[in-house]
């Protein structure tokens, strides 16, 4: 993991190369994250598998973090197997906008991934080949994991509604 | 010559005996002459054995979802064996199929999947609900599960995350034994389950 | 009924034209007609309710588009409404078998969040069992693939193996499978007596009879003309899906992170790497293979080096305390309370912790907020992304080649739709 002070200089050569492309930096449990601005996700893997050597996208995948403000959250977890570093870029968005630039072109993986993201919290990604939905299915209506969808399920039977269960006979 | 007249037995030879000298003679009637239908065609040895035959040699359908899979994977393996009671022959085609285990959580997505296959397997047919989650909703109690009752009749309910395969076995037995004491099985009017099999001949499936 | 034709105009307004062109051109000019059929999602020849739209040129595969999310059970939001410890059972039915692997990353993940020590005879214990369901997981690959190929044979030989090891789960857990083991801070009780010598006879029969698995298949004439050079994929291509796991070290990368990244004291014992060089059907098949003698001698210096101490952390703010001690400590009563009741609490944060599956990475993405419960937990599922290789491997092969790919992937369901 780049420590403390790998990190900043990390973060420091992105914003010098995109202006404005970190927002913060965390240093966590001995791993890094860096937060960036929506806009920038592409240039900023790049420039982080181009100059820095994360070559391996790892993970993508969809936080909610309702109720703060911007709620849905995208992580991008970067691993760089020559030295066994890992980064995390994460990007916020705001329901309003939920819109962020797919990665796919660069990054063949992200493929399904994003779509499961999609799927799951309603974040678009624009150039997508195919954003489609991929676990659930492709009519349903809502965004599952988003914090605020109701959890589902069947009542659990208890005597006093137990004639109401489809498999009950008498 | 006193006359004594020993009472009948109801079920007994002459009873029976009786029962049939009326019904030829054209005198039983509405219920009595549907009970007796049934008393005779129920325990005659023919009957008895083709509930025997069909018990004892049920086609399962491989019907793997998730877990509970692997567990009936371990069924058919070698320790406890399948086989022994005649279930060895997994048929991959639902038509020739006789026994739909459903082994795992059914997703919405798949319901009406399973709900298809289950329709396109020919009459007699049964299905065991295998597991926790196929038979209510298991551990997960969510948006994403739907219980095998919902959309289609089951025989058996299995418990377990995953059942033993021994308790799988106990549950299979139990069917075979339900289908060699009551092949009747009306008791599926209430799922409206007659007559859904799915025929391709241009007509359309009736039933759910 | 209208919804019927409906469907079948939709099916017939499909047209494949941009790639029967495309096709056509490559041929200079004779056009062919090219087949879309649907494999699944019930079908004998998938692991799991994989659902694949395939399109046919007479035999050979054009176009390969995979549709899952059949077995998509909501793990990930039901972890949400559950304390920590409770999410652990979900989370272990994700990927159905490799049920320690998911649990170990779950814990690992919670465990770097509250800075917990694990002390060293749980991580011993953990890398045994770890080491035990890799082997399993090989086994039913192993017995499952062979009866896609059509070696039905093989099918009951592993299953018998795999007997013996759930055996041995069922002695340490009480439990076959989905055994609720770990635990966060180290295991939930310590070996019976007994299991050493049980794991000791298992680990001697076990190089022998996969050397007669070997002996039954690697020479084979049929599964080499099925496996042997079919539908290989170069490690370039590999890296940018995303694939990690047998997969990636068939085509020559000795990645592992068991090596590379060491957790829960891998980086105290002794093993190889089985690398291929080709990257074929038949590259993935014998790295597993050998994986699994590798996987018996973790085991064995393991349990060699199992040293004395306490099975799970001594916190009692996190782990329960023993049951004696319930009887005499105040303290140790109202710890047992708040942890059944409430749970403990994990410091607000995000952590991602990578493990190595018997598939390929496996990572537990957790936030939490200083509550109780997780905020939102995510397992990256080694089968999810591989799958997305699927399709650059089996473009140009035939189909019975398709069949013999998707079993040297090994994907499980469970863990590509959670």
């Not at chain 3, 999602?41 to 659902?51: D, I, Q, S």
């Not at chain 3, 007669?212 to 004439?221: I, K």
Request: proline residues 7%; glycine residues 8%; aromatic residues 8%.
């Amino acid at each position: 993991m780049p420590d403390q002070v790998g990190l900043e200089l990390i973060a420091g050569q992105l914003s010098s190369a995109i202006p404005g492309a970190v927002l913060q930096t965390t240093f966590f449990r001995g791993r890094g994250t860096v937060e960036i601005a929506p806009g920038v996700v592409r240039g900023v893997l790049s420039s982080l598998r181009d100059e820095h050597g994360y070559r391996a996208l790892m993970s993508v995948h969809g936080v909610d973090y309702y109720p703060e403000e911007p709620r849905l959250g995208v992580h991008y977890e970067l691993l760089d197997m020559e030295r066994v570093d890992r980064l995390t870029v994460k990007l916020r968005v705001p329901l309003a906008q939920a819109s962020v630039e797919s990665v796919t072109a660069d990054w063949p993986t992200a493929d399904h991934q994003e779509r499961e993201v999609y799927d799951m919290f309603g974040v678009n990604f624009d150039g997508h080949p195919d954003l489609r939905r991929i676990l659930m299915p492709e009519d349903y209506e809502g965004y599952p994991q988003r914090r605020d969808f109701p959890i589902g399920g069947e009542p659990v039977l208890f005597t006093y509604n137990d004639a109401t269960s489809p498999g009950w006979t008498r | 010559m006193a006359l004594t007249r020993e009472p009948i037995e109801p079920g007994s030879f002459r009873a029976r005996g009786l029962l049939a000298r009326d019904m030829l003679r054209g005198d039983l009637e509405g219920l009595e002459l549907e009970r007796h239908v049934e008393q005779s065609l129920l325990l005659t040895t023919l009957d008895r054995a083709v509930a025997w035959g069909r018990s004892n040699a049920i086609f399962p359908a491989t019907f793997g979802l998730a877990c509970c899979a692997i567990e009936m994977m371990s069924v058919v393996a070698a320790r406890v064996d399948i086989a022994r009671f005649g279930f060895e022959a997994f048929r991959a085609s639902p038509r020739q199929a006789d026994l739909l285990i459903l082994s795992g959580r059914v997703s919405i997505k798949m319901a009406p999947v399973v709900r298809r296959i289950y329709d396109q397997m020919l009459e007699p047919k049964w299905a065991i609900a295998m597991g926790a989650c196929s038979s209510s909703m298991g551990v997960f109690n969510n948006y994403a599960i739907v219980p095998a009752d919902k959309f289609m009749p089951i025989d058996v309910h299995v418990p377990g995350c995953p059942p033993r395969p021994e308790a799988l076995m106990h549950g299979i037995l139990k069917l075979r034994k339900m289908i060699q004491e009551d092949p009747d099985m009306g008791w599926r009017e209430r799922y409206d389950a007659e007559g859904t099999e799915e025929v391709l001949s241009g007509a359309e499936p009736t039933g759910a | 009924m209208s919804t019927r034709s409906g469907y079948r105009a939709q099916e017939e307004s499909i047209t494949l034209s941009p790639l029967e062109e495309q096709i056509a051109a490559q041929r200079g000019g004779e056009s062919t007609e090219l087949l879309t059929l649907n494999i699944g999602p019930h079908h004998p020849a998938t692991h799991g309710v994989l659902r694949l739209l395939v399109t046919l040129e007479g035999e050979i595969v054009r176009e390969l588009k995979p549709i899952i999310g059949y077995v998509h059970t909501g793990i990930e939001k039901t972890a949400e409404q559950k304390a920590y410890w409770k999410v652990i059972p979900v989370i272990e039915r994700m990927d159905y078998l490799s049920y320690y692997f998911n649990a170990m990353a779950f814990c690992g993940a919670v465990e770097t969040l509250l800075e917990c020590e694990v002390p060293k005879r749980a991580q011993y214990l953990r890398v045994i069992h770890l080491e035990l369901n890799r082997i399993m997981s090989h086994l039913v690959w192993l017995g499952t693939s062979a009866l896609d190929l059509g070696a039905i044979s093989m099918f009951w030989y592993c299953f018998r193996e795999r007997e013996t090891i759930l055996d041995l789960f069922e002695f340490s857990s009480g439990q076959r499978m989905h055994t609720r083991y770990f635990q966060v801070g180290g295991v939930i009780e310590d070996i019976p007596r007994g299991f050493e010598a049980k794991l000791r006879e298992f680990i001697s029969i076990m190089p022998g009879r996969t050397d007669q698995y070997a002996d039954l298949l690697r020479r084979n004439e049929i599964l080499l003309q099925r496996l042997r050079g079919v539908c290989p994929l170069d490690e370039a291509t590999l890296l940018g899906l995303g694939v990690t796991g047998p997969l990636l070290r068939a085509a020559g990368n000795p990645w592992d992170l068991r090596k590379a990244d060491p957790y829960t004291s891998y980086e105290d014992f002794e093993f190889k790497i089985p690398v291929g060089t080709v990257g074929d059907n038949y590259d993935r098949f014998a790295v597993r293979l050998a994986e699994i003698y590798e996987s018996v001698k973790i085991i064995e210096q393991a349990l060699d080096g199992l040293p004395e101490g306490p099975y799970i952390t001594e916190d009692r703010k996190i782990a329960l305390p023993p049951r004696h001690e319930l009887a005499t400590s105040m303290e140790a009563l109202i710890h047992h309370f708040k942890l059944v009741t409430e749970g403990f609490r994990v410091p607000p944060g995000e952590i991602y912790y990578p493990i190595e599956s018997p598939r390929g990475e496996l990572g537990c993405f957790i936030r939490s907020d200083g509550s109780s419960k997780p905020a939102r937990v995510h397992m990256r599922d080694p089968s999810f992304v591989n799958l997305q290789a699927t399709a650059p491997m089996v473009r140009g092969a035939y189909i019975a080649d398709l069949i013999a790919t998707l079993a040297m992937l090994d994907p499980i369901l469970g863990g590509i739709d959670r």
